[in-house]
């Protein structure tokens, strides 16, 4: 048994099938949620699933954990969880009381509707090594189980994350800009839509004809995520 509890492979569990190491920690998977250097899985999540190419997600129970380890993500300013989460897609009305916390100290909290960035100080510690954060449901909507798939029989799935990377938040800052109006533009050229630009922002009269009422922007193009190392 002491031979089998530290040459593990994987675990079965009724949430599904996840690779771990040979102690039983998670494993980060090809086009996982997050880059299993600076950002590890802990306890708390489904299996990995994908809405497409690129689009990978993962439910998150009541109680999900992530590691995060600053010196491996190069990190030497204020450090912040850059999240991409998403309350229940299947209804319209869903939303999550969020918390997160390190041991005893919360670090955030808000409500989730529908899918948003949220970014979350960890702040200074005097700890050394990977950095345990715990992200908790305080209270989600009442008929929450009732609005899953109807063949979906998996417990605790409270929200999806896309993304959970770390960051300095001056570099997020730095990174800012305003995205130029110019960039719009017609997505049915066969339509008489008119794009103008105002004090406002942005005006469109859009078409009189059915799905000629479009408008898109881009293209954009998301960086590559990946663990830098310094040589």
């Not at 997050?34 to 699933?49: I, K, M, N, T």
């Not at 999806?160 to 570099?171: D, F, K």
């Amino acid at each position: 048994m002491a031979y089998c509890a530290s040459h593990q492979l994987r675990v079965h569990t009724r949430w599904g099938s996840s690779p771990v190491d040979s102690e039983g920690r998670h494993v980060r998977m090809t086009e996982d949620i997050v880059d299993g250097c600076g950002v590890q899985l802990g306890e708390g999540w489904h299996v990995r699933e994908s809405a497409g190419v690129g689009r990978v997600f993962r439910w998150a129970s009541n109680v999900a954990t992530l590691l995060v380890d600053l010196e491996a993500a190069g990190i030497v300013g204020e450090p912040i969880v850059d999240l991409e989460i998403e309350s229940n897609p299947y209804d319209q009305l869903s939303w999550v009381d969020f918390t997160a916390w390190e041991g005893d100290r919360l670090l955030a909290r808000t409500r989730v509707t529908g899918r948003m960035r949220l970014r979350v100080p960890l702040g200074a510690s005097t700890q050394t090594g990977p950095r345990r954060i715990e992200m908790r449901v305080a209270e989600a909507h009442p008929e929450w189980r009732r609005q899953l798939p109807v063949f979906e029989r998996r417990e605790a799935m409270f929200y999806r994350v896309y993304s959970a990377t770390l960051a300095e938040a001056s570099s997020l800052d730095r990174d800012a800009f305003d995205y130029p109006l110019d960039r719009w533009s017609n997505a049915f050229p066969g339509s008489a839509l008119t794009l103008r630009r105002v004090a406002e922002g942005l005006e469109v009269i859009s078409d009189r004809r059915k799905f000629s009422y479009c408008v898109r922007y881009g293209p954009l193009r998301a960086r590559r995520r990946a663990c830098t190392a310094s040589i």
